[in-house]
């Protein structure tokens, strides 16, 4: 069984441009979490989808979007970007979130410059 | 908003020696994971707790929640070079958001 896909792996992007990550989760997945990880923060919650639909979100402002396809593949965007916003992008998927066992992807170490 | 705090942030032991990590929730949680981070890697599902008081045993790794439902620990018996890494607790209330802790990072002297 395949596991959780990140993908790019690496991006170094420019203040002020936007950034599109991309995340396959688990064959039979519904449900895709994306968490912000930087070092001392641990990891902080983006958003949950779940079948297409945002179910849960974190403290994010709104420059950070997301979107789930009916295939549960999920995307990630940041727009206008800042300095601050580099760090470790991480994506779980789960059958359905919050009571079942997250596989984490290897995430996607973005870099603004 | 729900907080999951987790101690000690950092650890230092000589190999041989126990380690035990700590995570309390402002609020009641349905269940508790447990994740472990090897440096440069992905957070690794360890375990699941859900009832009150439950105790679960992996080898040298002794999990535990509360009776409250509020807080949880991870104890290593003898650690190993292996057990380096960083330790997550992660607990979800009755929805479906997980809130993970901010993590103990575990450095093992040989």
């Known amino acids: 069984k395949a596991g959780v896909t990140q993908t790019p792996r690496y991006l170094i992007k420019t203040r002020g441009q936007q950034v599109t990550l991309s995340c396959s989760p688990i064959s039979g997945h519904r449900s895709v979490s994306w968490y912000q990880q930087t070092p001392g923060q641990g990891l902080q919650f983006l958003f949950e989808y779940f079948s297409e639909t945002q179910r849960n979100k974190g403290n994010f402002p709104g420059r950070f979007s997301g979107r789930q396809f009916s295939n549960s593949r999920s995307e990630m965007n940041v727009s206008t970007l800042e300095l601050g916003d580099s760090a470790l992008y991480l994506c779980?998927?789960?059958?359905?979130?919050?009571?079942?066992?997250?596989?984490f992807g290897q995430g996607t170490r973005l870099t603004v410059v | 908003g729900q907080q999951v705090m987790q101690i000690p942030q950092y650890q230092h032991v000589q190999e041989g020696e126990d380690f035990t990590t700590y995570c309390n929730s402002s609020?009641?949680?349905?269940?508790i994971q447990w994740y472990k981070q090897r440096p440069g890697g992905h957070p690794v599902f360890l375990i699941q707790?859900?009832?009150?008081?439950e105790v679960k045993k992996q080898k040298r790794l002794t999990f535990q929640f509360g009776e409250a439902k509020k807080n949880s620990s991870l104890h290593i018996t003898a650690t190993q070079t292996t057990d380096v890494g960083t330790y997550f607790c992660a607990g979800a209330t009755g929805g479906f958001k997980t809130i993970f802790g901010a993590g103990t990072r575990l450095f093992v002297k040989a």
């Open positions: 779980a998927s789960s059958h359905s979130g919050g009571r079942t066992e997250a596989f």
């Open positions: 609020t009641t949680l349905s269940n």
């Open positions: 707790l859900v009832k009150s008081g």
